[in-house]
């Protein structure tokens, strides 16, 4: 018997306006796995995994998460669900604590010992958030506030953590140790859908991908087999 999907997509459409982001592209994530999205700038990538949590709407198609249609739920109400996002950018807030970014994302988590749980983890996963926990946000390095937009998103445990573009704009060393997080948050079970630049880096940590070019999916398969395909070279340079 062939397992559900954690997570979706059927026909999934954007639009800003008259411009079609993405056209009508269908995909899934199972439970315990990590799957990224490849292609070039404007590929449509991003904008897949906020329709995902609604942070823009889906102007076609449905998105099913634990076998629940989610394709018009507010955000607010995803992340109580198990389903959250560390945005591209990272967008932390920058006049607040770390420890006070941390606690915002465990807004909605009713039970105390769930909220200590993922708090004990995070600090776990990032000792220097620990160490600064007093300091503002908006006075961490990028890889600093990278590690906190992810950690944030973790406070509520999530089912699934959607990464946009976790290594944009960050040193090469800072690189590696956010990949290497992303390899531990694999071993504690966390099942992840990732948006990357770095396609080397993606395929070494991904089960399985999909290549986006012009809105479309235009190659899927295991991290093994994109290597191999000449589709994914040719997203990056333009073609379909």
Same mark, same amino acid.
């Given at each position: 018997?062939?397992?559900?999907?954690?997570?979706?997509?059927?026909?999934?459409?954007?639009?800003?306006?008259?411009?079609?982001?993405?056209?009508?592209?269908?995909?899934?994530?199972?439970?315990?796995?990590?799957?990224?999205?490849?292609?070039?700038?404007?590929?449509?990538?991003?904008?897949?995994?906020?329709?995902?949590?609604?942070?823009?709407?889906?102007?076609?198609?449905?998105?099913?998460?634990?076998?629940?249609?989610?394709?018009?739920?507010?955000?607010?109400?995803?992340?109580?669900?198990?389903?959250?996002?560390?945005?591209?950018?990272?967008?932390?807030?920058?006049?607040?604590?770390?420890?006070?970014?941390?606690?915002?994302?465990?807004?909605?988590?009713?039970?105390?010992?769930?909220?200590?749980?993922?708090?004990?983890?995070?600090?776990?996963?990032?000792?220097?958030?620990?160490?600064?926990?007093?300091?503002?946000?908006?006075?961490?390095?990028?890889?600093?506030?990278?590690?906190? #937009?992810? /950690? %944030?998103?973790?406070?509520? =445990?999530?089912?699934?953590? +959607?990464?946009?573009?976790?290594? @944009?704009?960050? $040193?090469?060393?800072?690189?590696?140790?956010?990949?290497?997080?992303?390899?531990?948050?694999?071993?504690?079970?966390?099942?992840?859908?990732?948006?990357?630049?770095?396609?080397?880096?993606?395929?070494?940590?991904?089960?399985?991908?999909?290549?986006? #070019?012009? /809105? %479309?999916?235009?190659?899927? =398969?295991?991290?093994?087999? +994109?290597?191999?395909?000449?589709? @994914?070279?040719? $997203?990056?340079?333009?073609?379909?």
């Amino acid at each position: 018997m062939t397992r559900a999907p954690l997570l979706s997509a059927q026909g999934l459409v954007v639009r800003y306006g008259a411009i079609e982001a993405v056209r009508g592209i269908d995909f899934s994530i199972h439970e315990g796995e990590i799957v990224t999205f490849l292609g070039a700038n404007g590929a449509g990538k991003s904008s897949t995994l906020n329709a995902l949590v609604s942070l823009v709407p889906a102007a076609e198609g449905q998105v099913l998460f634990g076998g629940e249609d989610i394709t018009d739920v507010a955000p607010e109400r995803l992340a109580p669900m198990g389903l959250t996002l560390a945005p591209e950018g990272r967008r932390v807030f920058g006049g607040l604590t770390v420890e006070e970014n941390l606690r915002m994302g465990a807004y909605g988590v009713r039970s105390a010992e769930k909220r200590e749980a993922a708090w004990d983890m995070v600090h776990d996963l990032f000792p220097i958030l620990h160490e600064r926990r007093h300091q503002f946000a908006g006075t961490l390095s990028g890889g600093q506030q990278q590690m906190l #937009a992810i /950690g %944030r998103a973790l406070m509520c =445990g999530p089912r699934l953590l +959607l990464l946009d573009e976790p290594s @944009l704009g960050l $040193a090469p060393q800072i690189v590696g140790q956010i990949f290497d997080l992303i390899a531990l948050l694999r071993e504690r079970d966390v099942t992840l859908g990732i948006v990357e630049q770095n396609v080397a880096m993606a395929l070494e940590v991904a089960d399985r991908g999909y290549v986006m #070019a012009g /809105g %479309r999916i235009v190659a899927e =398969g295991t991290a093994a087999e +994109l290597r191999q395909t000449d589709r @994914l070279q040719a $997203a990056y340079l333009g073609g379909s």
